[in-house]
């Protein structure tokens, strides 16, 4: 089932045309990936969901103003064990040059019940430049977060304009050591 998950969330990566569709087609393989999946408390999930996550497969439609138009199959995310993580996404602006858009969110344990994360949204900006091949995106956040690789900004980021200061809630449907399907709302 997994394997099924993966070659669907592949063939249509970078497709916003379909989500109903997708959705319907995948939801039988999640149900059985989580009946098979032993029961984890939130702290073994989080254990599972610290590092670096390459997205195959969204039904979120792109976020950004309409200039900046993401690549679909580059977009990463780096979950620290430090209640953090960053979303990494390659992009073009004005379908001229590559920047990297960078969002960092905080999490806690959610109150949901296993593998529920509150978050909220604290940072949005941008790196120039597309992301390398095999990027070592750990290390990248690393330095972000410490505040030792510049990314620049268009203001505030603040909602209603932007996403910093939205929260939410994320919750782990299945994790291994491959494989993470992740839902929530806002």
């Known amino acids: 089932a997994a394997l099924d998950d993966v070659i669907l969330g592949c063939a249509n990566q970078a497709r916003e045309d379909n989500f109903e569709e997708v959705s319907a087609e995948l939801w ?13 408390v939130d702290e073994e999930t989080l254990a599972y969901v610290v590092g670096s996550w390459w ?14 138009k993401m690549n679909r199959e580059k977009i990463y995310q780096v979950v620290s064990p430090d209640n953090y993580y960053y979303n ?11 920047t990297t858009g960078v969002l960092r969110g905080a999490y806690a344990l959610g109150e949901l019940g296993a593998s529920s994360f509150n978050i909220e949204f604290t940072k949005v900006g941008f790196l120039l430049g ?37 929260t939410g809630t994320l919750t782990t449907l299945y994790v291994d050591d491959e494989l993470r399907i992740a839902g929530g709302s806002q």
């Open 28 to 40: 039988p393989y999640v149900d059985e990936l989580v009946a098979l999946a032993p029961p984890r």
């Open 55 to 68: 997205q195959l497969w969204s039904n979120l439609e792109d976020m950004g103003p309409g200039f900046i």
């Open 88 to 98: 990494f996404g390659e992009s073009k602006v004005a379908g001229l040059f590559k």
């Open 130 to 166: 597309g992301l390398r091949p095999n990027p070592n995106l750990i290390s990248l956040a690393q330095n972000i977060e410490a505040g030792d690789q510049w990314i620049g900004s268009f203001g505030s980021g603040e909602a209603p304009n932007g996403p910093v200061g939205i």
